[in-house]
C-alpha cells in the first residue's frame, strides 16, 4: 500500500519507437541501429556506430555461453513473461527501490513529472525491468528507443515532438546517443523544448519546438562513459548491484510459479548460488535445469538435478563460466597476475576489450578475484587460490603486481 502502485492508473502497453515490436528487445533493434546489435544491453557501449557489426559479433559469441548475462533469442520471448511488473514485485535492490517509490509516489502526489532517471549496471541485473516499472507505477505510456538507434539529432525530434503529456522514454545504452543529438537531449531534459533547424549554413534558423513534459528514463551498463552535462541532468541515479544468493533465489522460485516448473528448495538455492549475481542469468540456468529434469529425471529439480545440470553446462560453484574463467587464467598464467591493461588482457582472450570490462569483469572484481588499477588488472590472491595454484610469494619473481598490491 505504501508503493505508488495503488494509486496508479493502468498503463498503456510500451511502444517502441522505429520497430513495430513490443517489449524491451525492441530497443536497439530500430531501423537505424547498427545490424547484429540488438540486444540493447550494452556489449557494445563506447563504440562508434560504424563498428556495430563487429560489436554484435562478440555479442553473438558471449551468447552462446549459458551463464552470458546478455539476452540470447530465447530470452527475449521468456523475458516478457517472467519481468516484474510493478515495483512491489521487483525483488533486491531494496535502497533503489525504495528511494525509487519515494520519487514515483511524491510525483504522483504533486501531478508533476517525476525527474529523470539514470539506471546503471551490469547486464541482466533490471534496467530494463525497472524503466518498465516507471511507466507502469506512474500510469503513463512507454517509449523505448537505444543509443545507437539515436545517430542524428533528427531521430530524436522525431521521437521527443510526438511524446504524450508525462510519457516514460526510455533510452537503452544511452551512453551511445550521438554528439549531435546530445545537445538536443540537454534542451530537452530541461525546458522541454526543442529547437530544430531548419536550413544550412548561414541562413539555417533554429525553431523552437515546446514537447510535452516526459520522463526521461536511461540506462547505461558504462556510466562512467556519459558527458557530464547529461550526467547532471538526471535528478535520480541508481546503481543496480549484482544480488546476493537468497535474493537470486526468490527470483528463481518466482519464475519456477510462472513456468510451472516443479522446484525444490535446494534445488533453487544450487541454482540461485551459481548465477553469477544476475537474475538473467538465474532465470536461464532454471530453463536449463528444467530441461535437464523433464528428459534426464522425474522433471522435479532437486539439488542434485541442478548440480548434474549445470556441470553439464561447464558452471562452476561460483557460477564462473568460461569468459571468466579465461580472464583470470590469462591474467594470472599469462601476465602474472598484473597489472595488464585491458586491451591486452581481452587480446589474450580472443574477445572485445568492451566484452571482457562490461561482461566479466564486473563480477571478477565483486567476487574479490581481481582488482582494476590505474597500471591495469590485477589478480588477487583470491584468484591463484581459484585456479588451484599456489599463491605466490609478495614481491616474488613473475608477480609484480601482486607484490606492490599485497606486499
Ligand atoms: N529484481 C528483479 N526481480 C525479478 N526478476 C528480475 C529482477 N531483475 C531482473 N529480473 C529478470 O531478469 C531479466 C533481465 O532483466 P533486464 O531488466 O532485462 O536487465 P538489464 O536491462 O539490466 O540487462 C528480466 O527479464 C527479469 O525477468
Ligand atoms: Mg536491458
Known amino acids: 500500500m505504501t508503493s505508488p502502485a495503488g494509486q496508479a492508473a493502468q498503463a498503456a502497453g510500451p511502444s517502441v519507437t522505429g520497430s513495430g515490436r513490443q517489449g524491451d528487445r525492441g530497443a536497439g533493434q530500430s531501423a537505424t541501429s547498427p545490424p547484429g546489435d540488438g ?56 535502497r533503489v527501490r525504495e528511494q ?8 504522483l502526489r504533486r501531478g508533476r513529472v517525476p525527474d529523470h532517471m539514470l539506471i546503471s549496471g551490469p547486464p541482466g541485473l533490471g534496467k530494463t525491468t525497472i524503466a518498465m516499472i516507471i511507466a507502469a507505477e506512474l500510469g503513463k505510456p512507454l517509449r523505448i528507443t537505444s543509443g545507437p538507434a539515436i545517430e542524428r539529432a533528427g531521430d530524436l525530434a522525431s521521437v521527443l515532438s510526438t511524446l504524450s503529456d508525462g510519457e516514460v522514454m526510455f533510452i537503452d545504452e544511452i551512453h551511445r546517443v550521438a554528439r549531435p543529438a546530445e545537445e538536443m537531449l540537454y534542451l ?12 544550412k549554413g548561414p541562413g539555417a534558423t533554429a525553431i523552437p519546438l515546446e514537447i510535452a513534459p516526459f520522463t526521461l528514463v536511461g540506462a547505461t551498463t558504462r556510466a562512467g562513459l556519459l558527458p557530464a552535462p547529461l550526467r547532471d541532468r538526471f535528478g535520480f541515479t541508481a546503481y543496480l548491484d549484482f544480488y546476493e544468493p537468497a535474493e537470486l533465489g526468490v527470483i528463481v522460485r ?3 510459479g510462472l513456468l510451472g516448473v516443479a522446484l525444490r528448495d535446494d534445488g533453487a538455492d544450487e541454482i540461485a548460488g551459481r548465477s553469477r549475481g544476475t537474475p538473467r542469468i538465474a532465470n536461464r540456468l532454471l530453463r536449463r535445469v528444467r530441461d535437464f529434469a523433464e528428459v534426464r529425471a522425474d522433471g522435479v529439480v532437486t539439488r542434485q538435478v541442478a548440480r548434474a545440470a549445470l556441470e553439464l553446462y561447464e558452471v562452476d560453484d561460483n557460477g ?14 599469462r601476465f602474472g597476475g598484473g597489472p595488464v ?35 591495469g588488472r590485477v589478480a588477487t590472491p583470491a584468484a591463484w587460490e581459484y585456479l588451484g595454484l599456489a599463491v605466490p610469494e609478495p614481491g616474488g619473481a613473475g608477480n609484480p603486481g601482486a607484490g606492490t598490491l599485497f606486499g
Request: hydrophobic letters at 45%; charged letters at 25%; glycine letters at 12%.
Open 100 to 107: 525509487l517509490s519515494l520519487v514515483l509516489e511524491g510525483a
Open 39 to 94: 540486444d540493447g544491453d550494452g556489449a557494445g557501449g563506447g563504440l562508434p556506430a560504424g563498428t556495430g557489426a563487429q560489436v554484435g559479433q562478440s555479442a553473438q559469441a558471449s551468447e552462446e555461453r549459458v551463464v552470458s548475462p546478455l539476452a540470447d533469442a530465447d530470452d527475449r520471448v521468456i523475458e516478457g513473461a517472467l519481468r516484474p511488473k510493478r515495483l512491489a514485485e521487483f525483488v533486491g535492490q531494496g
Open 320 to 333: 564462473l563460466d568460461r569468459l571468466d574463467r579465461a580472464v583470470l587464467s590469462a591474467l594470472v598464467r
Open 188 to 199: 530537452a531534459m530541461e525546458d522541454f523544448r526543442v529547437d530544430v533547424v531548419i536550413g
Open 254 to 256: 518466482r519464475s519456477a
Open 341 to 375: 591493461g585491458l586491451s591486452t588482457l581481452a587480446v589474450a582472450v580472443g574477445e572485445e576489450a568492451e566484452t571482457v570490462e562490461v561482461v566479466a569483469e564486473p563480477f571478477l572484481v565483486r567476487e574479490g578475484l581481481m582488482i582494476r588499477t590505474p597500471r
